[in-house]
């Protein structure tokens, strides 16, 4: 922003100009006489991390008297506005005490006519701008010398205080609304769970048993549809022409520690209820040409992604890695061990794309309705309970098995009260879809509230001006006397000091 674009008694200059610029450092870690039992707060970047409030009076950490003068640390006077210069740029807070900073801050300190609030909220509103100083390869710092050269636009000091007045109203509304959507949230993810929740447990729709009997009808109970899927599953067998030895009966769960179902429920396990299972392709992909292949975090709990994909160009005879409509796809492996084993269906119209190792292809015996109902409770309850206690982890990377899989108790309703389960859960999942859509749009408003407020605040357009204020002219040409009048003291007590020292010598 130019000097024309300011009100009157505004005035362009940068953080060199009013304030001193200070590093940080780290004492010597190995030495642990740097940090037990130190006092000094001590504060780095990562203790600044999700850090909302304004003042900050230490971090996780302090130092000792021989850490702060065997380093390039600094003990900054309470109101140093700290500034993070790299890993990340752009957090700032104010030292409510003394303090002192690693050598990941650019830290203020300002004269006493310049308010500490005001350059705090400044530097938020100038995060972008500032970022554009910055230099290096492989992270982005904010050196020393570009600090000096930050921008700071200057209204008089009875302006910036009546500035951040203003902004502080304004922000605690915006946060109140701000914590008020953040319920809203939560509540919706609580009641997506308890929607799931009852899905699996035979409670979010009547059950067919009771419909039967309040109808005065018969029904078939879930036993029958077993025995159904698992006929259709040795007939599907026996079509193969490549199948191998003998056939063999999938295993049922054990009950012993399964809760009782309701009436006409029963459980299975998956491998009573699959055709097949298998990994996916193993080799990496390469290219951005020849056959789309899903990443694994294309597949989240009860969706799959088909936008999220790679290439595989080979040669090689990939059919029996292509997935299809309402096949099921779990992740095999993750760097999170809460996304392994969780569950989404293939959308239908889906051709041509393969499936990673990463992930496992389950395709049903039964196609209709069963690939929806499976995929619900294979994300909760009992079923998504089985598989999270068997993830291990190694090398970073936790992981489940096919056998783990093939294992899984899945509690299986009659086929009918299955469609109205799916049918429901759509429904109700459909409204809070939409109502997530919209607290996350209002959330996206707020913040660009927030930002619009931070520009009309540094616009001199938040609040009116005064005329009887003093100029920030006048204001920053005291900070300039007053600065130099420091650095002349600082060099006759300087040479003072070592002509001391010289005598001394001679002596």
């Not at 919209?438 to 927030?450: N, Q, W, Y």
Request: proline share 7%; aromatic share 6%; charged share 25%.
């Amino acid at each position: 922003m130019t000097q024309q674009d300011l009100p009157a008694g505004w005035v362009v200059s940068t953080m060199g100009e009013v304030a001193a610029v200070v590093g940080g450092g780290t004492p010597k870690t190995a030495d642990p006489d740097n940090f037990d039992g130190g006092e000094i707060p001590w504060i780095t970047p990562a203790d600044l991390s999700g850090y909302a409030d304004k003042y900050i009076t230490r971090g996780s950490r302090n130092i000792t008297e021989q850490g702060l003068k065997g380093s390039g640390a600094r003990l900054l006077p309470t109101n140093t506005v700290l500034f993070s210069s790299r890993a990340p740029i752009g957090y700032v807070a104010i030292a409510s005490q003394p303090v002192t900073t690693n050598q990941g801050f650019k830290s203020f300190v300002l004269p006493e006519s310049i308010a500490p609030s005001f350059v705090y909220y400044y530097l938020k509103s100038a995060k972008e701008i500032i970022e554009g100083l910055g230099g290096g390869t492989t992270f982005k710092e904010i050196s020393g010398a570009a600090a000096t050269k930050i921008p700071l636009v200057l209204p008089p000091l009875p302006e910036q205080r009546r500035i951040v007045a203003e902004i502080e109203t304004q922000f605690t509304r915006l946060d109140a609304s701000v914590a008020a959507l953040r319920r809203a949230q939560a509540n919706l993810k609580r009641y997506r769970a308890s929607v799931l929740k009852d899905a699996c447990e035979g409670r979010l729709v009547p059950t067919e048993a009771e419909l039967a009997r309040s109808e005065g009808r018969e029904y078939e109970p879930a036993y029958v549809l077993l025995e159904r899927i698992l006929a259709e599953r040795r007939a599907h067998w026996e079509s193969q022409e490549k199948r191998r030895g003998k056939y063999r009966e999938p295993s049922a769960p054990d009950t012993s520690a399964l809760p009782q179902l309701p009436k006409g429920w029963v459980w299975a396990s998956l491998e009573q209820l699959v055709s097949g299972i298998r990994n996916g392709y193993s080799k990496r992909p390469v290219g951005d040409v020849g056959t789309a292949i899903l990443r694994i975090s294309a597949v989240r709990p009860m969706a799959v992604n088909l936008q999220d994909i790679r290439w595989v160009d080979s040669k090689e005879n990939l059919t029996d890695f292509l997935i299809h409509p309402r096949d099921l796809l779990f992740t095999r492996y993750n760097g999170n061990p809460g996304l392994v084993g969780v569950c989404g269906v293939v959308p239908d119209g889906t051709k041509g794309v393969l499936h990673p190792d990463k992930l496992i292809r389950a395709t049903l015996v039964q196609q209709e309705t069963m690939p929806a109902f499976v995929q619900v409770v294979a994300n909760i309850g009992i079923s998504r309970d089985f598989l999270s206690q068997r993830v291990r982890t190694t090398a970073g990377q936790s992981g489940i098995s096919g056998t783990d899989l093939k294992a899984m108790p899945i509690p299986l309703p009659p086929l009918a009260e299955q469609r109205r389960i799916v049918a429901e859960v759509e429904r109700r999942l459909s409204v809070v879809q939409q109502a997530e859509a919209t607290v996350e749009a209002s959330l996206a408003r707020a913040e660009r509230l927030r930002q619009s407020i931070l520009k009309q605040a540094f616009s001199g357009k938040l609040v009116p001006q005064d005329p009887d204020d003093e100029p920030a002219s006048v204001l920053l040409e005291r900070i300039k006397a007053e600065r130099e009048a420091e650095a002349r003291a600082s060099a006759t007590s300087k040479g003072k000091s070592q002509r001391r020292g010289k005598r001394k010598a001679t002596a």
